[in-house]
């Protein structure tokens, strides 16, 4: 008997579990500030996040190096975020440079250069070391419980984003797919922190989509990392061409593959790197990560019997978040382009900021939606300057800033596009955040806002 292509699903009520004034969907960094901020404020908030822990790409898809936070000497990103840091720092789950040593120079950098805390877009060597941090995946989780608990938000796990609920052109809430069956969340303003933009284009926003690589993130135990550092630096021809047949075998990463991490002989591979691959498509995440474990552990095979300090390495796990960089991204009612990233652009309008680049609060907006603002990720941004701009400190700067607009919107009873900038500004500042309202010296600063 011939099987249809297509299966009307039946429509079933759906039980409401939660109404609150703020609902965040995506417990990754932008999540966690948002949904924090937002509490902080006094809103009542729900977190929603469909893998069993908080931190997204930070503590599941093991990005372990918090980084694109400095401009100069210059702490541009603070607030919640550096508050995750210190206290991830007191656990001993963080290890970042004092502020003696950042600076630059050869000692220095035969210091701090596994720590993967350089300025990766400076042109001059060495690479100066600045403030970033390295953290432990498990250290992030358990701050980031803490966290929310304090802060007394309305934490749901394993809650998979199915759809979102629209009325009259304004987002109500959202449905979950839970082991429970579909639950329904409703609030008064909703934020978007998925990092796919699923929320938003469920409730029928403009995208674009764009794609770049995919990484299975992985970690490797009992390294000798004394022993493959000094070989590093008293051999570098012989270590110079391990490593490029080590990269070779890997198929795709970083400059520096290998990096140390808060726990000593484990190291953090942000490898193997997989271009032409959707992270939206399932089939294409299926390969990711078949393929990924396959060149893994290639390459155990291959440190193992080459590389000095690596002889006696394994596996200790590989991140159970695929690492995907870019998917869906907002067309908001501003369009950050490449320029405006590498032009240091200062937007009147600015309530976010990265090393020496600035968001715009229209890049949050989605132009067809009430209701509903983004930021992580996929905030409204060309492909190419997303590509500039994605990491985890200025996501978590737009997350803390999209929590504090939402309970202004909420206070003043006035839609989000109608919230003034330089409030949010304010209360950013209030909570010890630096929303870059105030131009670096270098920045082009655009004297009006569209």
């Known amino acids: 008997m011939a099987t249809p292509d297509i299966i009307q699903e039946r429509s079933d009520a759906v039980r409401v579990v939660s109404r609150s004034d703020v ?7 932008a999540g966690q500030a948002a949904a924090i901020a937002a509490r902080r404020l006094g809103a009542s908030v729900t977190l929603v996040e469909r893998y069993p822990y908080l931190g997204g790409l930070a503590s599941g898809g093991m ?3 918090l980084d694109d936070m400095t401009n100069g000497n210059e702490i541009t990103v603070t607030g919640i975020c550096m508050e995750m840091i ?4 007191r656990l001993g789950a963080c290890v970042y440079p004092p502020p003696e040593d950042r600076c630059q120079s050869e000692a220095m950098w035969r210091k701090w250069a596994r720590w993967g805390v350089h300025d990766f877009r400076s042109t001059s060597k060495p690479l100066p070391i600045v403030m970033a941090a390295a953290f432990d995946p498990d250290g992030w989780k358990r701050v980031s419980n803490d966290m929310i608990v304090e802060a007394g938000v309305g934490l749901r796990l394993h809650s998979w984003f199915a759809k979102a609920v629209v009325e009259d052109g304004a987002i109500a809430g959202i449905v979950c797919e839970t082991k429970e069956g579909r639950q329904a969340l409703l609030a008064n303003i909703v934020i978007d922190t998925t990092g796919d933009l699923d929320v938003a284009a469920s409730a029928g926003a403009k995208f674009t989509e764009g794609g770049y690589m995919i990484t299975t993130v992985f970690r490797l135990g009992n390294v000798d990392t004394d022993a493959a550092e000094r070989f590093r630096f008293e051999s570098p021809t012989e270590y110079a061409a391990l490593d490029r047949q080590a990269k070779r075998v890997i198929g795709g990463s970083w400059d520096m593959w290998w990096l140390k991490t808060p726990l000593p002989g484990v190291v953090w591979c942000n ?3 997989m271009t032409g691959l959707d992270g939206l498509k399932v089939a294409d995440q299926t390969k990711a990560d078949i393929e990924g474990r396959r060149r893994i552990y290639a390459l155990v095979d291959f440190v193992r019997a080459q590389l000095p300090g690596f002889k006696n390495c394994y596996v200790v796990d590989v991140a159970p978040q695929l690492g995907v960089r870019q998917s869906r991204l907002l067309e908001g009612e501003y369009v950050v382009t490449k320029d405006d990233v590498n032009d240091r652009v200062w937007f009147p309008d600015t309530v976010a900021r990265g090393r020496d680049y600035y968001t715009p609060y229209r890049a949050m907006l989605p132009r067809n939606i009430e209701r509903l603002i983004v ?7 060309t492909e190419s300057a997303q590509k500039l701009s994605r990491e985890i400190p200025p996501c978590m700067s737009m997350g803390q800033s999209a929590g504090v607009a939402a309970v202004l919107a909420l206070d003043g009873d006035v839609a989000l596009r109608k919230v003034h900038p330089k409030a949010i ?9 630096d929303p870059g309202d105030v131009p670096s010296a270098n920045a082009k600063i655009l004297e009006a806002a569209a």
Request: proline share 6%; net charge positive.
């Open 63 to 65: 990005v372990l190096v």
């Open 425 to 433: 500004c304010s209360k950013v500042r209030g909570q010890g955040g």
């Open 86 to 89: 210190e206290r991830m720092a």
């Open 23 to 29: 609902l965040v969907v995506g417990g990754g960094p």
């Open 271 to 273: 490898c193997p790197h």
């Open 375 to 381: 930021a992580g990720r996929h905030y409204s941004a």
